[in-house]
């Protein structure tokens, strides 16, 4: 009786002793998963306030390009004080675009890049990209995009005194009414920015 006693205590202690290994993996794999998930929405998150931060800088990029248009700000380059300033795209080159001042002769409202016209170059954060721009032609007609057979690259230019908008994709040239880029982030969500021949800039929601 007393050596069944003893086996039978020892039987308890082991089965108290706590996880078995298979336990214990099943475990820490379920806390790798939870854990997966939350940086995931966390990156996530993060990714969608770059896509918004980055909708608006390039908002501002074009309107200091309007500023300096109207202006007639002078760069030490230009020999014109009425040169517009503008903004480029190129569907080539999705993560930036480019200001610019018009020198060519006569002014075309087009960035030339071997033209020494680069004035500032603004670069995109948070893996935020162009996903692409579209222009509606001037006088009626279908949207024409970039990823549809449409520009592969978009201008807009501001002129003194006014503080309009020429809207301009080549190839072509092909004069636009008005103008959208949309931004995509690493994870598919969009913003997208509204230019409007009569100077008005806005981004959209969604």
């Known amino acids: 009786m007393r050596i069944f006693h003893w086996h039978h205590k020892k039987r308890v202690r082991n089965a108290s002793r706590g996880f078995s290994l298979v336990e214990l993996l099943a475990v820490l794999a379920v806390l790798a998963i939870i854990t997966a998930v939350v940086l995931s929405g966390s990156a996530r998150g993060r990714s ?8 608006y800088e390039l908002a501002l990029f ?3 390009a309007q500023a300096y248009g ?7 380059i230009s020999t014109a004080d009425s040169a517009p300033y503008g903004v480029f795209l190129d569907r080539n080159v999705g993560n930036s675009a480019t200001l610019f001042t018009d020198l060519s002769n ?10 020494g016209e680069l004035v500032q170059t603004l670069t995109l954060t ?7 721009f579209c222009g509606t032609p001037v ?4 949207e024409q995009c970039s990823d549809a057979g449409g520009p592969n690259t978009l201008h807009i230019a501001f002129k003194r005194p006014n503080p309009d908008a020429i809207i301009t994709g080549l190839p072509g040239p092909v004069s636009y009414e008005s103008a959208t880029v949309t931004l995509m982030s690493p994870y598919g969500e969009q913003r997208t920015i509204q230019i409007l021949v009569t100077g008005q800039i806005a981004v959209l929601n969604n």
């Open 139 to 142: 006088g009626g007609g279908a």
């Open 48 to 55: 969608g306030l770059f896509l918004t931060n980055s909708a």
């Open 126 to 132: 948070g893996g935020s990209t162009v996903f692409r």
């Open 106 to 115: 006569p002014l075309n409202n087009i960035y030339d890049s071997g033209g």
């Open 70 to 76: 109207v202006s007639a700000r002078k760069e030490v």
């Open 62 to 64: 074009v309107r200091e």
